[in-house]
Antibody, heavy 117, light 105 residues
């Protein structure tokens, strides 16, 4: 079976950093582009970042560009999202999702990031 | 930037009834439109892609239609497990989601 499981969320203060992980099982990250999507409390889904299957392409939402970095470790079959200079408005559940012809065919259950002083 | 608008925000229906959810794009997205189901504590589930193609394992009571800027997700006869939040997403130019429609009893 194919699965994605996020981890690394927690409570941090404004300006601090956090690294989220997304462990993939049942398939190889080498073969798929991967995304991060977030959902603030009571709000809709916001696309955050994408990395292509060959790591040649990355793209970020304007609200996180320069602060967040997407990466992956194929030896661990794990996707990452480095979150720097966190703000209160970054508080959200973060989901990783697998790209299939640009729609998302597999999601993880999410990990909660809370930015609060 | 393409903006997605879903309506209604909340849809109150009874089991067995038909539910019709709408999604509008601020500019044409052709048929690059997907629908997802979200339930508390569960991973999002892909229902429809290409505006009208059901994903693997999705029951036939779910159907999608539309192209350009107007799209519809129809659940023909609601079952208890269908009460959830539904999101549309365009993937024509980047990726953007609607704000969701909550289908409740």
């Amino acid at each position: 079976q194919v699965h994605l499981v996020e981890s690394g969320g927690g409570v941090v203060q404004p300006g601090e950093s956090l690294r989220l992980s997304c462990a993939a099982s049942g398939f190889s990250l080498r073969n798929y582009g991967m995304h991060w999507v977030r959902q603030a409390p009571g709000k809709g889904l916001d696309w955050v970042a994408v990395i292509s299957h060959d790591e040649r392409f990355e793209s970020y939402a304007g609200s996180v560009k320069g602060r967040f970095t997407i990466s992956r470790d194929t030896s661990k079959n794990t996707l990452y999202l480095q979150l720097n200079s966190l703000r209160a408005e970054d508080t959200a559940v973060f989901y990783c999702a697998r790209d299939n012809s640009n729609f998302f065919d597999l999601w993880g259950p999410g990990t909660l990031v809370t930015v609060s002083s | 930037e393409i903006m997605m608008t879903q309506s209604p925000a909340t849809l109150s229906v009874s089991p067995g009834e038909r539910a019709t959810l709408s999604c509008r794009a601020s500019q044409s997205v052709s048929t690059k439109l997907a629908w997802y189901q979200q339930k508390p504590g569960q991973a999002h589930r892909l229902l429809i892609y290409g505006a009208s193609t059901r994903a693997t394992g999705i029951p036939a009571r779910f159907s999608g239609s539309g192209s350009g800027t107007e799209f519809t997700l129809t659940i023909s006869s609601l079952r208890s497990e269908d009460f959830a939040v539904y999101f549309c997403q365009q993937y024509y130019n980047g990726w953007a989601f609607g704000q969701g429609t909550k289908v409740e009893i």
